[in-house]
């Protein structure tokens, strides 16, 4: 009984730790989306279903549904696939450049998609776009499962070995298990991600394909049918739900305290004639996904007209590019300090280990609402906003302050989801001795949570640094006072006539690309250094 | 000489939008002459630094920009905050967009005196045309000759046997020029427009997402020396083809054409209409006028203005460009783009 009355008010603490990007995402997030949402089925004078019914019975929602689950899907299954055997050449062995390289696949996850669109406009758009939604969410999996994978305990797979288990046995039996919250982090956001890709889809599909997204976009921006564009809101949402309560279920399940050691003792130095398998399907990847398409792009930048020139950048850094570079690192700075803030708060709370059922079900829903702005659209919110912070204090329909607020929102599920494996790694018997040595909760959240939760700030800072500065679609439909970011300007450049525009818009792209990764490499080094607690 | 410009502006644009955030604030002025004004555009919108400078300098007004999306998006995202405008004067509105900004209500009329008699006629009963320009197929001059084909002129044309696999052009579900080409199909063919789509698809036409696809990757004259010499782009596009010698390599072909005009007007509710005016009047001044085609690569609508001289030699206005009843637009343009989607797409 003591002991009960004592726990209530750590568990009240931590409430109101979660009311603060609760709040957040209240106002920026679910308000301006349900408003919007709740347009769509008011017609003017009364409330009705007929919009809702309408695009139900609309076979092109069918099909927009449809194409969305299958490419997703697929694109889902090559991403993990490809991306645990990236993850372990990348992360569990050791050799020289593999820093370079980790920074390197991020690059295609800022691309603009417009970049992405001519790299993969092949003969058949539908393989196009899944290559295309691989090609950007490769590194999501390599990181988030390279990030745990680094600080196994390798004793484990060393006894599996000794008992006689083969490579493959332990890799089934010891190693996946292992890795299974990462893996299932990993792929609800990648199918998250791809489920609501729109750029990929308008530029590779050509208008012929269709997702519930593009849908969305069209619906709500070129023709103002709020009533379809609410109701394949709602079926996004479905959509997400589903995927967030499949992935949590199965993350339950398989949820299991790990021993994890710092990187640099649980890594192996690359070796030939074990590992040349993985390695050879990195490489291939890596050359033909990821290599090719930025050296065409770089190529392309370099040549007008059949010669070699760097005009493109010349004009190029005469001009817009330092002061549209330094909006970009501003703007994703803010951004990334909301979003890390947010995040880490999150990430605390959804990790705490209540012993009642209710408790758990409770923290997997706040969980769930945390990774909801991955599957709903950017136009709903950014439309949302033109109708609800309209009035004062809250009029920040123009104002600059809203563009790193939305892109926050954006990385938010992306910031959580990088944080939480760390967290939920730790064992709780080590918690348990720490309480049993008289530390109060707040000292062993202290002494063991916040550190550990260090080590994977530096990747969750680099994704939500990423993020904003390659965000477009959510900064496009803000109404902010015009001052451009490097996405912003490279769409402006590419619509614009000339060849020194083209060149400059492609110049300006192998710019972002090069920024990007060197964000990604000095986030992922200014982690706190490894605090061995063991 | 474009790109000076070009860096001028864009810093230009950066010295506004630092100025700019304190405009958001709720406090803004509501007085008529002087105080503060939001311009509202699509994000094409371009005019030099110094004319914006000037501006502010001889009004006492301080101007906050603020670029919106592609011309459709911005017109719906007015409709729905024109309970709380976001600013006092809009850029951008088109012809094709021009009867549901002023069926819903979200500008109020003024007509600028500063009109002449050829703009007069472009102006609709509430807003100010400002520039104009033809959305046409362009042709690659060296390919045709090389391959001794004649350069098509007409609609029909591209869809016979001779010109197969030749055309690009942008979807118009996904790009305002394409939409602008289907315009062009339903005003020159009627209800036959969709199976003159067929026929051109049939022909071998590809459709690519956007313009810069269709004319800088597939486009044989273009950035990328695709393999197609025919591509759906603009009147003007041909001024930015000079060869060696002189000459543009691209023509654009007359009957093809599809006039787009833009507007300038004064949003309903606006804080500051008697300022809105007042911008309205100054996009129509002879230095922004004279500036339109180097920025916004549109023709200036006042007749008298003078013109690049690439413009005049190779870059020739439509003399009968096809027309469509901008009020047919506005209620057919879903059901057209759906139609076009479900045939061709």
């Known amino acids: 009984m003591d002991r009960r009355a004592r726990r209530l008010p750590g568990a009240l603490l931590w409430v109101a730790v979660a009311a603060v990007p609760a709040t957040f995402l209240a106002i920026f997030f679910v308000w301006p989306a349900c408003a919007l949402v709740a ?13 809702l019914l309408a695009v139900g019975r609309s076979e092109r929602t069918w099909r927009a549904l449809w194409f969305t689950l299958q490419t997703a899907s697929v694109a889902t299954l090559l991403c993990l696939a490809t991306g645990v055997v990236g993850a372990y050449v990348l992360y569990r062995l ?289 439309f949302g906003y033109l109708i609800t912070l309209n009035r004062p204090p809250l009029d920040l329909r123009s104002s600059i302050v809203l563009v790193p607020i939305a892109q926050a929102v954006v990385a938010l599920p992306l910031v959580v989801r990088t944080l939480l494996p760390t967290l939920r790694a730790i064992d709780p018997r080590q918690l348990q001795a720490a309480a049993m040595l008289g530390a109060s909760p707040a000292r062993a959240l202290a002494t063991i949570e916040l550190p550990a939760l260090g080590r994977g700030i530096g990747l969750a800072l680099g994704f939500a640094l990423a993020t904003s500065l390659g965000e477009f679609g959510a900064t496009s439909f803000l109404a902010r006072p015009d001052r451009p970011t490097l996405p912003v300007l490279i769409f402006r450049l590419f619509s614009r006539p000339g060849g020194e525009n083209h060149q400059m818009a492609l110049a300006a792209s192998v710019w972002l690309a090069v920024l990007t990764a060197t964000v990604m490499v000095v986030a992922e080094r200014a982690r706190p250094r490894e605090v061995d607690s063991w | 000489m474009r790109i000076r410009a070009l860096a001028v502006g864009v810093a230009a644009v950066a010295l506004v939008a630092c100025s700019g955030g304190q405009a958001a604030e709720p406090s803004s002025s509501d007085s008529a002459g002087g105080g503060e004004i939001t311009v509202i555009s699509h994000d094409s919108f371009n005019i030099p630094d110094e004319l914006k400078q000037q501006f502010e300098q001889e009004t006492g007004l301080k101007v906050t920009y603020t670029p919106l999306q592609d011309t459709g998006a911005m017109v719906n995202q007015l409709v729905l905050s024109k309970d709380a405008p976001l600013g006092d004067v809009v850029f951008g509105i088109d012809n094709t967009f021009a009867s549901r900004a002023e069926q819903q209500g979200i500008v109020d009329a003024y007509v600028s005196p500063a009109l002449d008699e050829r703009a007069k006629s472009l102006a609709t009963e509430q807003m100010t045309p400002i520039d104009f320009g033809d959305v046409c197929v362009n042709a690659d001059k060296v390919w045709f000759e090389s391959n001794n084909l004649p350069i098509p002129q007409t609609l029909d044309d591209l869809a016979s046997a001779q010109y197969k696999d030749l055309l690009v052009a942008p979807s118009p579900a996904t790009s305002s020029p394409g939409l602008a080409f289907l315009f062009t199909t339903v005003g020159q063919k009627g209800d036959g427009w969709l199976d003159y789509m ?124 096809t027309h469509v009843d901008a009020a047919t637009i506005d209620e057919h343009r879903e059901q057209w783009i759906q139609e076009w989607a479900e045939a061709i797409g």
Request: aromatic share 10%; hydrophobic share 50%.
């Open chain 1, 39 to 51: 347009r769509g089925f008011h017609n003017g004078t009364s409330w009705t279903l007929d919009g």
């Open chain 1, 94 to 382: 050791r050799f020289p450049g593999q820093q370079v390289l980790r920074g390197l696949i991020t690059v295609p996850f800022v691309l603009p998609t417009v970049v992405v669109g001519i790299a993969f406009s092949g003969p058949e758009p539908v393989v196009g776009i899944v290559l295309a939604m691989v090609f950007f969410n490769y590194s999501v999996v390599v990181r988030t499962v390279g990030a745990l994978w680094a600080r196994l305990d390798p004793r484990q797979t060393q006894a599996a070995a000794a008992l006689g288990a083969d490579g493959w046995r332990t890799a089934w039996t010891v190693t996946l298990p292992a890795l299974r919250p990462a893996i299932i982090s990993s792929a609800a956001l990648v199918f998250l991600f791809c489920a609501s890709g729109f750029g990929i889809v308008m530029t590779l599909g050509r208008g012929a394909h269709h997702t519930i997204e593009t849908e969305i976009w069209f619906q709500t921006t070129q023709v103002l049918n709020l009533s379809a564009a609410a109701a394949l809101s709602i079926a996004q949402v479905i959509v997400v739900t589903l995927c967030l309560w499949l992935t949590s279920a199965w993350q339950r399940r398989s949820q299991a305290a790990l021993r994890l050691l710092p990187e640099t003792t649980s890594t192996s130095r690359l070796d030939w004639g074990r590992d040349w398998a993985p390695v050879l399907v990195t490489v291939a990847i890596i050359v033909g996904l990821l290599v090719v398409p930025m050296a065409g792009l770089l190529v392309r930048s370099l040549r007008d007209a059949g010669d070699w020139t760097l005009d493109g950048y010349r004009s190029l850094f005469a001009g817009a590019l330092l002061e549209a570079t330094w909006t970009s690192l501003r703007t994703a700075v803010a951004a990334a300090a909301i979003a890390l803030t947010l995040g880490v708060l999150v990430a605390l709370v959804v990790s705490r280990r209540p012993a009642s059922a209710p408790g758990r079900r409770a923290l997997a829903t706040v969980e769930g609402a945390f990774m909801l702005p991955l599957g709903v659209s950017a136009v709903t919110v950014g």
């Open chain 2, 198 to 321: 067929r026929d051109l698809k049939a022909n071998g036409a590809l459709f690519v997402s956007g313009w810069t696809e269709a004319y800088n990757v597939e486009f044989s004259a273009g950035e990328g020396q695709g393999k197609r010499p025919l591509v759906l782009s603009y009147a003007t596009s041909p001024a930015w083809t000079i060869g060696d010698d002189g000459n543009s390599t691209t023509v654009n072909l007359p009957d093809t054409c599809f006039r787009q005009v833009e507007y300038a007007a004064v949003l309903h509710g606006a804080k500051n209409p008697e300022g809105a005016r007042k911008f309205v009047d100054f996009l129509l001044s002879d230095a922004v006028q004279a500036s339109i085609p180097e920025n916004m690569y549109m023709y200036p609508v006042i007749e008298a203005t003078e013109l690049p001289e690439e413009w005049v030699k190779f870059a020739p206005l439509s003399e009968a460009p």
